[in-house]
């Protein structure tokens, strides 16, 4: 595997599931896989669960691991060509990509959206500068329209909790105070359409309608209290404009938050569930996205989902390593 952005890029995820169960039960079985082989973590922005799941999972299975904080000690990188650098930034994106490459046998990236040139961020332009410059494998720790480590986690956690065998799961937006990108909500769509038993229903005002490229196939119901009508698991997410509906708006926020706050995940949303298990990618803004006692309820996934990062990591570093 030379790029991990997209579930098929993980081919069948029956077999990918089976090999996180297999991880799970025993996660340093391969172990000697990765000696003297070196991940390089480039993070262009904050991150807690990526950060650690990722490192333990590459030390699972033997391997070195850099972190370079790229805003915090290295050079501010410009990622645009053309341009004359008498700014902030000392050094380019395509010098660096090389010589980061030079030190390493695999690298991950984190680099957010944007969220200001829709074409720029759906293009991926940074992390396929990464692909083409790097020479090396290279994988998503959430790009500009994707958190594939993220999705393949969640699906994990979904098959560990379910009990039927074609769960009803639905994505939710929520209230949120800052714009966010649209990475955690098109991977998780994505690969719940792509996973072998899951009903999918997303639900959000209207303007905030997910890229197709990740939704097709996907009911798109607007009445959020209707959506979770005997849903299994509530996935929480806010996202920004996607700009797909309205194209003038990528990026923004409908609405002031303080008028969408009926759409914020309590218990009584939750009792319109089958009995239903609360999940986010975390982190989360209590008040806002989810209230404390959903979240801290009975029925809430959110540790375990992210416990499971570092399961669906090493599984995808292992790939990785195979194909090296
Ligand atoms: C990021 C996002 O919404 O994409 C990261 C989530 C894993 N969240 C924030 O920036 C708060
Ligand atoms: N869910 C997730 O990716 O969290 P971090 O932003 O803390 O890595």
Redesign the pocket.
């Given at each position: 595997m030379k790029s991990f952005l997209y579930a098929r890029d993980l081919g069948d995820l029956k077999q990918a599931l089976a090999e996180a169960q297999e991880i799970k039960a025993d996660r340093y079985k391969y172990a000697e896989l990765g000696r003297n082989k070196t991940a390089l973590l480039v993070f262009f922005?904050?991150?807690l669960?990526?950060r650690l799941s990722t490192q333990k999972a590459a030390q699972n299975l033997g391997m070195n691991v850099i972190v370079l904080d790229v805003n915090a000690g290295a050079w501010k990188l410009e990622t645009e060509r053309g341009v004359i650098m008498d700014g902030d930034k000392s050094e380019h994106l395509l010098e660096a990509i090389p010589v980061m490459a030079s030190y390493c046998d695999v690298i991950g990236i984190r680099s957010?959206?944007g969220l200001k040139d829709r074409d720029y961020d759906y293009a991926e332009t940074v992390y396929n500068q990464f692909v083409k410059h790097s020479g090396k494998p290279v994988f998503a720790m959430?790009t500009a329209t994707v958190?594939p480590l993220?999705a393949f986690a969640d699906l994990i956690t979904i098959e560990e909790h379910k009990t039927v065998k074609r769960p009803k799961v639905v994505l939710t937006w929520a209230p949120?105070c800052?714009c966010?990108?649209?990475?955690?909500p098109d991977s998780f769509a994505e690969w719940m359409l792509a996973a072998p038993d899951v009903d999918l229903v997303i639900t959000h005002p209207e303007g905030y309608e997910l890229d197709p490229k990740f939704t097709e196939g996907a009911t798109i119901e607007y009445d959020q209290r209707k959506a979770f009508e005997g849903a299994d698991f509530i996935y929480a997410?806010?996202?920004s404009c996607p700009g797909v509906t309205l194209p003038e708006h990528y990026g923004e926020m409908l609405h002031d938050y303080h008028d969408m706050m009926h759409w914020t995940v309590d218990a009584d949303h939750m009792a319109l569930t089958n009995d239903g298990k609360f999940m986010h990618?975390?982190?989360?803004?209590r008040g806002l996205i989810v209230t404390d006692d959903v979240i801290e309820g009975p029925n809430s996934l959110v540790i375990p989902e992210a416990a499971n990062r570092e399961i669906s990591a090493t599984v995808v570093l292992k790939r990785i390593l195979e194909s090296l």
């Open positions: 922005n904050n991150s669960r990526t957010f959206a959430e958190h993220q949120h800052r966010l990108p649209q990475a955690v997410k806010n996202w990618c975390l982190p989360v803004r």
